[in-house]
C-alpha cells in the first residue's frame, strides 16, 4: 500500500506536527504529481460524499410518499410539505440525539470530563499552615492566577520540588497555559525517584486538551506508556485508550 | 416558484439543507445566533440558489469544492487554491463508475469516510476488528480506486 496516501490522510486528520504540515503544504506547491494525488483524495471524498447524501435522501423520501393516487383531488403546491418537515424533525432529533447522547466523547471531552472531575480540589492537611497549603487553598477557591503567583515564588526557594511542580503543571493547564503545563510535567516525568509518577498521564491530559495538529497522537503513545509501566493513571489511561 | 425550480427539486434542496445543517452542526458552526428555523431556512434558500445556477451553467465545480470545504479549511491560501482547481478539472462520472467497480465493501467504507465518521466508527459500524484494521482498508480501497481512475 502506498505511503502517498497514507500521507495525505494523515494530513487530513490533523495527526501532523507543525512542521511536517509546513512541508506538506509546500509540497502542493511545488510538486504538481502530489498535488494531483491529494486532489485525487478530495474527489473520492466528494463522490463518496454525494453517494452518502443521495442514501440519506433516498430513506428521507422513504419516511413518506410524495405523489397522489388520487388524480381527481385538485394539487396543492408543496403538499409535500407537512410530512417532510414531521420527517426531517424525526431524522434531526435521531442524529442530535447520536451526536449528543451516544456518539463516543472525543479526546477533548474526556480531559475535559476528568479535569472537572479528579482535578476540582485538593485536600488540605487540617492544622498545618504553610505556603502549599495556602497554594492549594487558592487552587480550591478557582483564583488559578494567584495560586501560580505563590507557587512561582515557592519555586523560587525550591526549584526541584516536585510536589510544587506537580501542583504549577495543574494550575497553568487550568490556566490553558499548555506549553508551560507540559514543561513541568515533562520535568516531573523525568524524576526517577517519584513515587507513583503522574508526569506521563498528566503530560498525555495536556497533550488531549490542547489538541493540536499532532498531540492526539502524542497523548495515545504517552497513555500507552502508562499502562505498560504500570505508572499513576493507569486505570484512566486504559479506559481512554478502549474509547480512543 | 420563486427560483422556478419543480417541486421534485425543491424537495432535493429541501433535504440537502437538512443534511447540510446537520454537518454543520456536527462541525460546530451552528452557534445559536439565530433560530433553528432561521438558519435552516437561509441554508435552504442557498441550496435552491444553487439549483437555479447548476440548471442555468451546467456549472458543477463550485458546488464540487463546497462539499469538502471543511478539509479545504485546513489548508493555507496558496495551497487551496491549487486544489480548488483540480478538484473542478476531475472526471466526476468516472469516479463514480468506477466506485462502483470497487464493490460494496469499499464503496460503505469510503460513504462513512466522506461523512466523517472516524475509522474507530467505522470499525464498530462494519464490524472491523479496529480502526487501524479499517484506516488500512480504506486506504487500500483508495489506492485501487486511484488505479482504476487513471488507468481506466
Known amino acids: ?244 | 416558484m420563486k427560483y422556478h425550480i419543480k417541486e421534485e427539486e425543491s424537495f432535493d434542496a429541501y433535504c440537502d439543507a437538512i443534511l447540510a445543517f446537520i454537518r454543520e452542526f456536527q462541525n460546530g458552526r451552528f452557534e445559536g445566533r439565530s433560530s433553528l428555523k432561521t438558519y435552516i431556512y437561509k441554508i435552504f434558500l442557498n441550496k435552491c440558489v444553487d439549483l437555479v445556477r447548476k440548471n442555468s451553467t451546467n456549472k458543477r465545480s463550485v458546488f464540487q469544492t463546497s462539499m469538502i470545504s471543511d478539509r479545504l479549511e485546513q489548508l493555507s491560501d496558496n495551497s487551496r487554491s491549487i486544489l480548488q482547481q483540480l478538484i473542478e478539472k476531475a472526471d466526476y462520472s468516472k469516479l463514480r463508475q468506477q466506485i462502483i467497480l470497487l464493490g460494496e465493501n469499499c464503496q460503505k467504507m469510503l460513504m462513512y469516510w466522506a461523512d466523517n465518521f472516524s475509522d474507530r466508527e467505522i470499525a464498530v459500524a462494519l464490524e472491523y476488528k479496529s480502526a487501524d484494521v479499517v484506516k488500512t482498508s480504506r486506504l487500500r480501497c483508495l489506492e485501487k480506486l486511484k488505479q482504476l481512475y487513471k488507468t481506466g
Not at chain 1, 492544622?127 to 478557582?142: C, F, I, P, R, T
Not at chain 1, 517519584?194 to 495515545?220: H, S, V
Open chain 1, 1 to 244: 500500500m502506498t505511503t502517498q496516501l497514507n500521507y495525505i490522510d494523515d494530513y487530513f486528520s490533523g495527526i501532523l506536527s507543525k512542521e511536517e504540515i509546513q512541508l506538506f503544504e509546500e509540497r502542493i506547491k511545488s510538486d504538481p504529481a502530489f498535488a494531483d494525488d491529494v486532489a485525487f483524495y478530495l474527489s473520492s471524498m466528494v463522490v463518496s460524499r454525494e453517494d452518502a447524501d443521495q442514501e440519506k435522501k433516498q430513506r428521507f423520501k422513504e419516511l413518506y410518499s410524495i405523489g397522489d393516487e388520487q388524480a381527481t383531488a385538485p394539487v396543492v403546491k408543496f403538499r409535500w410539505l407537512r410530512p417532510a418537515m414531521a420527517a426531517a424533525a424525526i431524522l434531526l432529533v435521531v442524529v442530535l440525539a447520536w451526536t449528543l447522547f451516544l456518539k463516543p466523547p472525543s479526546v477533548t471531552q474526556m480531559a475535559d470530563r476528568y479535569i472537572k472531575t479528579e482535578l476540582k480540589s485538593f485536600g488540605s492537611t487540617m492544622g498545618q499552615v504553610n505556603d502549599m497549603e495556602e497554594a492549594k487553598g487558592l487552587y480550591n477557591s478557582g483564583k488559578y492566577a494567584e495560586a501560580m503567583a505563590k507557587l512561582t515564588e515557592m519555586l523560587k526557594g525550591k526549584p526541584g520540588d516536585a510536589e510544587t511542580i506537580k501542583l504549577a503543571g495543574i494550575v497553568s493547564l487550568q490556566l490553558e497555559n499548555y506549553d508551560q503545563a507540559l514543561g513541568y510535567f515533562k520535568w516531573l516525568a523525568e524524576q526517577k525517584g517519584y513515587f507513583d509518577n503522574p508526569g506521563e498521564f498528566y503530560q498525555a491530559l495536556t497533550f488531549m486538551k490542547r489538541n493540536l495538529p499532532g498531540d492526539k497522537l502524542k497523548a495515545k503513545t504517552l497513555l500507552q506508556d502508562v499502562v505498560e509501566k504500570n505508572l499513576s493513571g493507569k486505570e484512566e489511561a486504559q479506559t481512554w485508550l478502549n474509547q480512543w
